[in-house]
């Protein structure tokens, strides 16, 4: 038995996600005491193949075909449905994007199992895995297992397990090709352009530095002085719900779980004051800095270093302080 991790490319690109499903795959095969495995599925990805192969990984199986050079969720679905009766893995991670969406509850179905989506965390009982969900937009966490033998299929949210953790091998894994038969009359669906979560100039899923407002910057003619903080550290400039509602930044800023999921190196949080709603946006980022006047305020149960104090004392402190570090 093993563990599998698919990951995912589209157009030769990886999807980020994917090194976060690795973190998630190692950490279960751990657990278990077993192998983990990555799958890299499509057509001309041997060189993406290698790249995954630079992890501690027990080997990477290729599923290489012609017809799965755009992404469908027949073919996606029938040549992962082949790579799991090939390797007969325990657990099968999968990165919880928008194409694992439409795709693996079909994989799990044809193997007659659930699907445990959009996991947080998960430890190992008496009983075997268990797998930790949110629920109510985050307010609840519950506790999930599988009954019965394998394959067990669960996908990661984004942020829950971070990226940089995924170990490194000393010496690259075997890279295995693996047959896949395909017929092109049982691929029922035609590719178009792909969905984008953020129509707008700036992915912030992908931006290592965030700095983000929350109501304590009390008006709109404030929200300059959070983006030339932004500028300055080289980030970009995000909001809590209630900012965005108002109008005073876009839609496509807001950080939280009716907004983007983010997970940057830095993530500096402006008079937030930690509502469940925003926290599950951003609790996967590496470090969390929160100022805020409420000592008691939320946010600083799950940051980094706290500032208890005004903003509008310290950030005009901190923009000076980065001016004269640049010689601006």
Avoid at 17 to 35: C, D, H, N, P, Y
Avoid at 83 to 97: I, M
Avoid at 144 to 165: C, H, I, N, T
Avoid at 275 to 286: D, P
């Amino acid at each position: 038995m093993s563990v599998l991790i698919v990951t995912e490319q589209q157009g030769g690109k990886w999807h980020k996600m994917s090194w976060e499903a690795v973190a998630a795959g190692q950490q279960i095969a751990r657990l278990l005491e077993t192998a983990a495995v990555a799958a890299v599925v499509g057509s001309g990805v041997e060189s993406l193949a290698a790249e995954v192969a630079k992890y501690e990984l027990a080997e990477v199986v290729l599923a290489g075909h012609e017809l799965l050079q755009d992404y469908t969720p027949d073919g996606f679905t029938l040549a992962l449905r082949q790579v799991v009766e090939t390797l007969r893995p325990e657990v099968v991670v999968l990165p919880h994007t928008y194409q694992v969406r439409d795709f693996a509850p079909k994989l799990a179905a044809a193997f007659e199992k659930p699907l445990v989506s959009d996991i947080v965390g998960l430890r190992r009982e008496e009983g075997g895995l268990i797998f930790v969900r949110q629920l109510f937009q985050g307010k609840l966490n519950a506790d999930v297992s599988v009954e019965g033998g394998w394959p067990r299929f669960v996908s990661v949210q984004s942020g829950a397990f971070r990226a940089d953790l995924a170990e490194m091998a000393a010496t690259p894994a075997a890279v295995r090709a693996i047959d896949i038969a395909l017929e092109a009359s049982r691929i029922r669906t035609r590719p178009h352009q792909p969905f984008r979560e953020s129509k707008g100039e700036v992915d912030l899923s992908s931006t290592p530095i965030i700095v983000s407002v929350g109501r304590g910057i009390r008006d709109q003619e404030n929200i300059p002085l959070a983006e030339e903080l932004a500028k300055l550290l080289g980030g970009e400039i995000a909001a809590s719900r209630p900012i965005c509602d108002s109008g005073w930044l876009p839609l496509e800023r807001q950080i939280g779980s009716s907004g983007q999921t983010v997970a940057p190196k830095l993530y500096l949080a402006l008079g937030i004051s930690g509502a469940i709603q925003h926290v599950v946006g951003m609790k996967g980022s590496r470090t969390i800095v929160a100022v805020n006047k409420d000592s008691s305020a939320p946010i600083f149960e799950i940051a980094d270093y706290g500032i208890v104090g005004d903003l509008f004392e310290v950030v005009p402190a901190l923009v000076e302080v980065l001016k004269e570090s640049s010689g601006g």
